[in-house]
Structures are given as C-alpha cells and as structure tokens.
C-alpha cells in the first residue's frame, strides 16, 4: 500500500516566503510581507474600464424642455 494516499496525508508544501538572513528583524519581515502581498494584487478581475465623459453617447442625446414661461429662451442656452 505504497502508492495509496489518504486526504489527510498531503505532502508538506514548501513557504512562499523565506528569510535568509538570520538578523532580520521581526518589523522587516513584516515589512516585506506587505510589499509582497500589495504586488500580488487582489487576484480578481481587473476593474472595467469607462468612457471618458466628453466622448459619451448620452451627451449627444437632448434634454427635454421644461415648459413655462421663458422656455423658448431657455432651449438656446447651453446646459
């Protein structure tokens, strides 16, 4: 039974992380822990990109009117 394995017998994994000199301190160690993890990134998708808002389609579309007094005036107007 050499070549049976049960889940609980996993092989030991190796560190991801490894201190080599022995005179580090705990506050560099942590230090780089902090490095490493803000490079690795959140490991989700990357966020979505947006239109720019002078290019957007929405602004081509008009606005309606307001009725009322003056609105004949108000429709030459930038907005």
Do not use: C, H, K, Y
């Amino acid at each position: 039974m050499t070549g049976d394995r049960s889940p609980g017998d996993a092989a030991p994994e190796r560190p991801l992380l490894r201190v080599v000199n022995p005179d580090a301190t705990p506050e560099e160690v942590a230090a780089l822990v902090a490095v490493f993890a803000a490079l690795g990134g959140s490991g989700g998708p990357a966020p979505a990109r947006q239109a720019p808002e002078w290019n957007a389609p929405r602004r081509l579309v008009r606005r309606t009117l307001p009725p009322g007094p003056g609105a004949w005036r108000g429709s030459a107007l930038p907005r």
